[in-house]
């Protein structure tokens, strides 16, 4: 089991293939198993490198609030990036983990050579859409805290996050997943839409045609970024990746084959 002691965590990641680099963020309670139906293709032709994000399975989960935060996850990612010895890499991510792509290449620019951005959004612009969101996310922290994972599992907060395994899913740390309810998924402004129009790198927006929360989003961040192409994938949800992963492997492979 690959770990580092990385941003004063241990932090579980794997590496496949060889190439230029590409790293892919998983989803709120999902790990780098979340990714299984792109390790084979993916890596024939990249460096793949994935992670469990802090608060996540194999990584470590803080006990402190204080340990958790956008930023933090930021700092994890360029943590684990120079850990492997990556340079300009190709970051994506899923939902949460497209977020954290996005704070990533706000922060660290040159280090981004392309984003993949998949079944996720930039957060709200309306004070009342973003309160509505993070007492959302509030409900799910005080879920976790008080009955657990088991509770999670059953309740429909766990309904988009079914690309992780049932027997995986309850060997998270409720705690960890509560803090990250709080301070990884409540983006606090709007900062990440504001960057939008200044993302000067190849940018892929990737949605499941029927993941109706982020297909305004995704419809939204593609319409932002300069020369972003957009891809809907029929049949496919929230996990788009897992839903239809033929399609989301040449979806992106073709984009990124492209800019080679």
């Keep these: 089991m690959p770990t580092a002691q990385l941003n004063g965590i241990r932090l579980y990641y794997e590496v496949h293939g060889q190439g230029q680099p590409l790293v892919l963020l998983h989803g709120f ?23 469990d994000a802090r608060g996540h399975w194999r990584s470590k989960s803080p006990k402190s ?14 943590a684990l990036l120079d850990h492997v010895g990556a340079g300009p890499t190709i970051v994506g991510g899923l939902s949460m983990g497209g977020v954290i792509a996005l704070a ?4 660290y620019p040159e280090r981004v050579r ?3 951005l998949c079944d996720t959004g ?9 309160e509505e969101w993070r007492r959302q996310r509030e409900e799910v922290a005080r879920l976790l805290e008080r009955e657990g994972m088991k509770a999670f599992a059953r309740s429909p907060h766990a309904e988009l996050d079914y690309y992780t395994a049932p027997d995986i899913m309850l060997q998270h740390d409720p705690q960890g997943l509560a803090h990250v309810n709080r301070k990884v998924l409540v983006v ?12 000067a790198v190849p940018t892929l927006v990737l949605v499941g045609a029927e993941d109706r929360d982020f297909r305004a989003p995704a419809d939204y961040m593609a319409g932002k970024i300069p020369g972003a192409e957009l891809a809907v994938l029929d049949k496919a949800g929230h996990g788009a990746n897992v839903d239809q992963p033929e399609a989301f492997n040449r979806a992106v492979l073709d984009f990124l084959d492209q800019r080679r």
Aim: charged share 25%; glycine share 4%; aromatic share 12%.
């Design 29 to 51: 309670a999902g790990t780098a198993e979340s990714w299984k139906p792109q390790v084979a293709g993916f890596s024939l032709r990249y460096r793949l490198i994935l992670y």
């Design 114 to 116: 392309a984003l993949i």
């Design 122 to 130: 930039p957060g709200f612009r309306n004070p009342e859409r973003r």
């Design 65 to 78: 609030a204080d340990a958790y935060s956008i930023d933090i996850a930021v700092e994890d990612l360029r």
């Design 104 to 107: 990533f290449y706000a922060k």
């Design 188 to 199: 606090p402004d709007a900062s990440l839409i504001d960057l939008l129009p200044r993302v």
